[in-house]
């Protein structure tokens, strides 16, 4: 059965109406399954102009009462994770255990930045003249922008959602068109809780028609992207017109440093996860690997089992560790890294193509990759592949190790195992990204930071940092008469 979803504009759900449609593609399958209507731009100024009228009614709640909102909204989201996560999986591919964790994590967001919002607290600050002190308040900065990707459609929209109306802004959201149901899903949960009319609006269609006007409309005061480098660059071109803050989280290339001191068993684990989870399709994913060369035959052939022993298929009808890619373009783009890879000397250790077999025979389906005897001439070590494709490399010492990790445009996370706290402290000091992991692949939670540095972009999403970026700060002095 066709499913035909609707945008949110101003606490309306609209229909297609005569408007085109956008189609959705389930990448287990490659049929289209469900319509969305593309977003005009009359559309998009109604959603603005909604979500201005909505400002200043929601920024005058308490910041307890905002939470009370976002509170139930995440009860909402958690009693309706496995139909959300049924829907994810369609669209995006990763396996259903997958998709209903990322649903409870972003009721986990929501939950966050309703507490968070409730610890803006400003600052007294005694002047040199008596009777006279300075207040810093914190303000709401208006009507915010979201762009959100695909590859995780509803996490990385709550991150924005959460701390924006936390905050005591309002939103229009632009939807990922790969992916558009399960945030529809995850921002009806908010219109459920009672959210009012215009506070949260859903966008669904052409980025060149959406995007624009979003940047360029002086109503928006902030916008918030998570996407490629390259086009994080043409969001900071097409707000500087209108002044907005921006925060962008943008492309990567994350290293992982292997020392011989670590606890192999642990290091090898968290290679697969990071390196093949979600098909490789994470900001964050594991591009490359550094060996000390002591150790390089054992890491890679460990990680050579490991990797053999992950299950694919489709994640709505088989339990597996990972689905299809979620599109075309992205197997294309795995396939082209590893051959110029071995064009140019590298040796596949696993994978490199499809996998064999009827339940393969469409979909966009491939083998977790390894490649070794790497080097830096190639585009799997300098570019983001984001797909299930990874390079490792020996390297002699830590001066080298921490060179080869720089060694790229990108900033965003990096990944260390050994078991010195010196080298720990070194490695992690002298990395130059915005998050660094020891021993573990997690490099985000939600109550810290997470931000990009170089090309990998600046500002924040996470903990507090996330929820002032929607805040304007003001001084205010006062003298007592």
């Known amino acids: 059965m066709m499913i035909r979803e609707k945008m949110l504009i101003g606490g309306n759900w609209v229909d297609a ?3 085109e449609v956008l189609e959705v593609v389930n990448p287990a399958t490659e049929e289209v399954f469900a319509v969305c209507p593309k977003a005009t731009r ?11 009228e909505a400002f200043p009614s929601w920024s005058n ?31 995006q591919g990763k396996p259903l255990k997958e998709a209903e964790g990322e649903v409870i994590k972003g009721a986990d967001i929501l939950r966050y930045y309703a ?77 459920d809780a009672g959210v009012p009319a215009g506070v949260v609006n859903a966008l669904v269609g052409s980025g060149a028609v959406i995007g624009p006007m979003l940047l360029e409309s002086p109503i928006v005061k902030k916008v918030a992207f998570t996407g490629s480098t390259a086009v994080g660059k043409d969001v900071l071109k097409n707000s500087a017109d209108t002044l907005k803050r921006t925060s962008m989280e943008l492309g990567g290339s994350l290293p992982m440093v292997v020392c011989k001191d670590c606890d192999m068993e ?52 088989k339990e597996c560790d990972l689905g299809p890619m979620c ?67 020996p390297f002699k010492d830590i001066d080298e190790a921490i060179a080869l990790a720089n060694d790229s445009v990108y900033g965003l996370a990096a990944i260390v195992y050994t078991n010195s706290l010196s080298l720990a402290e070194r490695l992690a000091r002298e990395i130059d990204a915005g998050n660094v992991a020891i021993n573990n692949v997690d490099a985000g939670v939600i109550n810290a930071p997470y931000g990009g540095w170089k090309d990998s972009g600046f500002g924040h999403e996470h903990g507090p940092e996330g929820l002032y970026e929607y805040l304007n700060i003001k001084h205010v002095r006062v003298r007592y008469l």
């Open 266 to 317: 642990a290091a090898v684990a968290g290679a697969v996860r990071r390196s093949f989870r979600n098909m490789g399709q994470i900001c964050i994913a594991i591009n490359r690997i550094y060996v000390d060369e002591a150790v390089y035959e054992e890491f890679l052939e460990r990680f050579r089992e490991a990797a053999e022993k992950l299950t694919i298929g489709n994640g709505l009808t």
């Open 17 to 19: 109406g005569d408007r």
């Open 61 to 91: 709640l308490t910041p307890f009462k905002r939470g009370e909102y976002l509170r139930k909204a995440s009860e909402i989201v958690r009693s309706r994770s496995r139909d959300i996560a049924e829907m994810m999986t369609m669209e």
């Open 115 to 191: 507490e968070e919002g409730e610890r803006v607290y400003g600052r007294i600050i005694p002047n040199a003249e008596a009777n006279t002190e300075s207040r810093v308040i914190y303000q709401p900065i208006g009507v915010a922008a979201a762009i959100s990707p695909w590859n995780y459609p509803i996490e990385l929209l709550a991150w924005k959602v959460g701390g924006a109306l936390a905050s005591g802004c309002t939103i229009v959201a632009k939807l990922p068109s790969e992916t558009p149901l399960s945030p529809l899903a995850f921002i009806r949960c908010l219109i």
């Open 42 to 52: 009359d559309d998009v100024e109604a959603a603005i102009n909604a979500a201005n």
């Open 327 to 393: 599109t075309r373009s992205g197997v294309e783009k795995a396939i082209e890294h590893i051959e110029d890879a071995v064009k140019k000397g590298a040796k596949v250790v696993c994978g490199g193509k499809r996998p064999e077999g009827e339940e393969y025979r469409k979909g966009y389906f491939f083998e977790p990759t390894i490649l070794r005897d790497v080097n830096h001439s190639m585009l799997v070590m300098t570019e983001e592949t984001f797909g299930p494709v990874v390079g490792v490399m």
